[in-house]
């Protein structure tokens, strides 16, 4: 979250803010879990971000 300015990143690209309070993988862990750690498979949500990235999944 640091990197990100403690934004969540899927708010800003849609040029609003909200500060962010969870890390998402974007690849889910349990296919990748080789990409649990990795900065290029995190990003900084906020919670109804998030929920809205895992309700996509489906």
């Known amino acids: 979250m640091t990197r990100d300015n403690n934004e969540c990143q899927r708010c800003k690209g849609e040029g609003e803010f909200?500060?962010?309070?969870?890390?998402?993988?974007?690849?889910?862990?349990?296919?990748?879990?080789?990409?649990?750690?990795?900065?290029?498979?995190?990003i900084s949500l906020c919670l109804a971000c998030h929920d809205i990235e895992h309700s996509l999944l489906f």
Do not use: G, I, Q, T
């Open 18 to 42: 909200h500060v962010a309070e969870c890390v998402h993988h974007k690849k889910h862990l349990r296919k990748h879990p080789e990409l649990a750690l990795a900065d290029s498979n995190l």
